[in-house]
Every structure is written in structure tokens, then in C-alpha cells.
């Protein structure tokens, strides 16, 4: 995906239904804009019906909300085109007006919408009640944490919806699928249904499900190291599929040949002899 499309989907997960909404959000021209709306239909990662452009994945019944008192994102979230970096007030902002440059905002700060001002969670999910800003990006649930209240992502009823999120991203295939990812002052997490995972790689995360909201994971070191470690998750379920059963290694660095080792470890009786033959 170039950077024009990567543009106008985000343009469109922020809330922007239409071309003139669009080419304001991106500040791109509308030739553009239409050639990438043009890519991104075809490849349907975006959907085009009666009320306009839609990201689908990420659809709930839009509702009509008001920032009102809330200012969340203007503490929370970096804004580099004001010189503002995460969890800092910025300097714009007055407590009781609101941001005092207003019409003069720049382009990053009309163009967000909050998940909650798009309509897609519920009431207690106002960022100045839940004190957590929830947004998406291409491939990316992000959830930015008020690190005053560092575990508020942990409880009720945040903590279950954003498991519901991160299982319906990781249900998706292709490129369709989303991370879901939580920062809370200088902790960042993944979110693998109820299965938190500290800190995630940039290399990405190896995991496989053991139980229906659970999963086991390993953290990758380098391309490389993710591909071998999704070659033995592949050869897992191949195990699981033909006898029922496969022991998950605990060790991390795995190389091929893969299945010997993990028949030997499930003690699966002709392991030896069926490890020959593969
Ligand atoms: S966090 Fe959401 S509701 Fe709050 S000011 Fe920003 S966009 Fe509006
Ligand atoms: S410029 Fe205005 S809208 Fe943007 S972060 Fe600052 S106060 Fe908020």
C-alpha cells in the first residue's frame, strides 16, 4: 500500500465519509485521492455504499458525539506539528476554552477522531471518563492510556471489550487484520484476547491459540527469527490435526527440521520412526 492509500484509509477510520472530507483530511489533491479510494475498493479494504466511504473491520452504527468538555487527545497523543509530544498538555490548550488556535489547527488535529467521537464504543468509553484515548490507524487498535491511571485499560468494562477487539482482529485474514495495541505512560502491550504480551518486538509476535481467548506467544528478534518461529507454529497444528495432540515447546529459538523435536517432546509413541519418514 503506498502512502496516499495508507492516507485515505486513515483518513476514512477517522471518520471521513466522503471525497471533499477526505482530500481536507489528507491535504492531498482529489485526483489522488480518487486513485486511492480506486485501490483501495478493488482491493476492498474500503467500502462504498449510500452514506459514503466506510472502513470495513472496524464498523459499528456511527453515532453523532460531541468532544464536548473532553481533551483528551490534546494531553494524551503527540501532535509533532505543534511540537507536542505524548502526555504533555499542549500549549494550545486552555483547560476551560478548549484549543484557543481553532481555526488555525493544524491538518493532524482536524483530521482525528477518537474512536468514542466516531461512535464505536459505548458511553463509558468518553475519554475524559475512561481516561484513555482509543484511535485506529491501517493495521492497529491503539489505545493511549492516561498515565495517571496507568492500569485503567486492565479493568472493567475496558479490559473485556478490547479482548473482543484484539480476538476480531486476529480473526481476520489478510489484509484485514489488526493489532491491538495498548501505551500507558512508558509501557507499551499487544493484546492477544486475555493474553497480555509486555513490551512487543518491532519484528512482530509469534503466537498460537491454547484456549479460546488465550494464546501463547513468542516475540521475534529479527525477520528471520518470526519466520522460523511461525514455521514451527504451522508445524503444531499440523500435529495437532493428525493425532490430536502436540506439546508446545517452551524454548524460543527453534530451527528446523521442526518436527522430530516436537514429536519427541509430545511422546507421541512412533515418533522416531514417523520423524524418519517426514
Ligand atoms: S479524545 Fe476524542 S472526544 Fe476527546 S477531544 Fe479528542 S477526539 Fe474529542
Ligand atoms: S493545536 Fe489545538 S486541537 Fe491541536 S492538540 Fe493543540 S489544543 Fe488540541
Known amino acids: 500500500m503506498d502512502q496516499a492509500m495508507s492516507n485515505v484509509a486513515r483518513a476514512v477510520e477517522s471518520g471521513a465519509t466522503t471525497i471533499r472530507g477526505i482530500v481536507d483530511a489528507t491535504g492531498l489533491s482529489r485526483l489522488k485521492v480518487e486513485r486511492a479510494l480506486h485501490a483501495l475498493e478493488k482491493q476492498k479494504l474500503l467500502l462504498r455504499d449510500s452514506r459514503g466511504f466506510t472502513a470495513p473491520g472496524m464498523l459499528a452504527t456511527p453515532q453523532v458525539r460531541q468532544c464536548g468538555s473532553c481533551s483528551r487527545c490534546c494531553t494524551l497523543l503527540e501532535v509533532t506539528e505543534v511540537g ?4 504533555e498538555w499542549c500549549k494550545h490548550c486552555d483547560v476551560d476554552k478548549g484549543c484557543t488556535i481553532y ?10 477522531n477518537c474512536a468514542w467521537l466516531q461512535g464505536h464504543l459505548a458511553d463509558e468509553w468518553f475519554p475524559e471518563r475512561a481516561r484513555m484515548v482509543v484511535h485506529f490507524s491501517q493495521d492497529a487498535v491503539n489505545v493511549q492510556v ?9 479493568q472493567e468494562p475496558y479490559f473485556s471489550k ?3 477487539w484484539s480476538l476480531n ?10 493489532a491491538t495495541l495498548i501505551v500507558s505512560g512508558p509501557d507499551k502491550f499487544l493484546l492477544l484476547g486475555r ?3 509486555p513490551e512487543p518486538t518491532l519484528f512482530g509476535t509469534a503466537f498460537l491459540p491454547v484456549a479460546a481467548e488465550t494464546f501463547r506467544y513468542w516475540k521475534a528478534r529479527s525477520p528471520e527469527h518470526l519466520h522460523r518461529l511461525y ?3 504451522t508445524e503444531i497444528q499440523r500435529i495437532q490435526q493428525e493425532f490430536g495432540y502436540c506439546a508446545i515447546p517452551d524454548d524460543d529459538d527453534p530451527y528446523p527440521p521442526y518436527r522430530p523435536a516436537l514429536l519427541r517432546l509430545s511422546n507421541h509413541p512412533h515418533a522416531e520412526s514417523d520423524a524418519e519418514s517426514a
Open 84 to 87: 507536542k509530544s505524548v502526555n
Open 103 to 112: 481555526d488555525d489547527r493544524p491538518q493532524m488535529c482536524r483530521s482525528f
Open 146 to 154: 492516561d498515565p495517571g491511571y496507568p492500569d485503567r485499560w486492565r
Open 231 to 233: 514455521g514451527r507454529i
Open 195 to 197: 493474553t497480555i504480551v
Open 162 to 164: 478490547l479482548c473482543e
Open 169 to 178: 482482529g486476529i480473526r481476520m485474514n489478510g489484509n484485514r487484520s489488526y
